[in-house]
């Protein structure tokens, strides 16, 4: 099992639109290819112009299988091409994490 551990931060004063965009044109067709995330949760403290998603993936492979799926669909693509014409994101950190031995993931 892998974790792929996304940090995004937005111009301040945007992240709700930025949200009602996602909702309306990303949500859906991100979860349609890489199934339900495991965390997808704003920031309340600290830098709060940002949020954070993590999925879950059985390996490598698996995520790129997943996310090479939702690069090549076009409903991802005229989400993406939105998201630029807004500009409301500035920044974008990926991690990928694995569990510590003694982490049992919840089935």
């Not at 995330?37 to 709060?48: I, M, Q």
């Not at 954070?52 to 091409?81: F, G, Q, S, T």
Request: net charge neutral; with cysteine.
């Amino acid at each position: 099992m892998i974790y792929d551990h996304r940090t995004y931060t937005c111009r301040p004063g945007t992240i709700q639109k930025h949200f009602k965009l996602y909702g309306e044109h990303g949500y859906d067709v991100q979860r349609r290819h890489l199934g339900e995330p495991v965390v997808y949760g704003h920031v309340e403290t600290g830098d709060v112009n940002s949020y954070v998603h993590i999925w879950a993936y059985e390996d490598a492979a698996d995520r790129a299988k997943k996310r090479a799926a939702l690069n090549a669909d076009p409903e991802w693509k005229a989400y993406l091409a939105r998201s630029a014409e807004a500009g409301y994101l500035v920044s974008q950190v990926n991690q990928i994490m694995v569990p510590t031995p003694f982490y049992k993931p919840a089935s």
